[in-house]
């Protein structure tokens, strides 16, 4: 395998995570925080009240 093809499999795997992750937490999910060491990734949804 070339690397550009190892880097764009691994881009996939996590993007699929991501979107399987958010699909099950659906309902529940308001906020997603990733921190590794040197970044911090944040996302925040607009959840209804109630």
């Known amino acids: 395998m070339t690397p550009l093809k190892t880097v764009l499999g691994i ?3 996590i993007c699929l995570t ?3 992750f ?3 937490n659906r309902g529940t ?3 997603l925080t990733i921190k590794s060491e040197k970044y911090e990734v944040a996302t925040k ?3 209804a009240a109630g």
Do not use: P, R
């Open 11 to 13: 881009i996939v795997i």
């Open 18 to 20: 991501i979107i399987i």
């Open 22 to 24: 958010t699909f099950i």
């Open 29 to 31: 999910l308001c906020e």
């Open 45 to 47: 949804l607009a959840c």
